[in-house]
């Protein structure tokens, strides 16, 4: 299993960007479908957006509220997974968590379709 590590979290204004990282290591990583995802007080986790593993170029999966906002991109010779945050809005403040498992995932938003797990880091988008 690969170990996950965020990074890129803060505190934006509305309108404003930013471009959370996913460290990963100890995994095969080019072979694994990865995910964002989060949660929010009081709220179930939710999946952001995810790239499905595939043998050539990875499928894209969005949210309906993040779709033309957030893009991800997975670099595997970086073993790096990003999410560059656009046009932020209160709502999408949460804690921001990445997530990995091997091979292809068949519901890639859902929580429940993988193992591996990061820290998570802090969104904060202020109105």
């Known amino acids: 299993q690969v170990q996950l590590l965020e990074s890129g979290g803060g505190s934006v204004q509305a309108g404003g960007s930013l471009r959370l990282s996913c460290a990963a290591s100890?995994?095969?990583?080019?072979?694994?479908?990865m995910g964002w995802f989060r949660q929010a007080p009081g709220k179930e986790r939710e999946g952001v957006a995810a790239i499905n593993y595939v043998s050539s170029v990875g499928r894209t999966t969005y949210a309906d509220s993040v779709k033309g906002r957030f893009t991800i991109s997975k670099d595997n010779a970086k073993n790096t997974l990003y999410l560059q945050m656009n046009s932020l809005k209160p709502e999408d403040t949460a804690m921001y968590y990445c997530?990995?498992?091997?091979?292809?995932?068949?519901?890639?938003?859902?929580?429940?379709?993988?193992?591996?797990w990061g820290q998570g880091t802090q969104v904060t988008v202020s109105s």
């Open positions: 997530a990995g498992d091997p091979g292809l995932v068949l519901r890639p938003l859902t929580a429940t379709s993988y193992k591996s």
């Open positions: 100890g995994g095969t990583y080019s072979r694994y479908s």
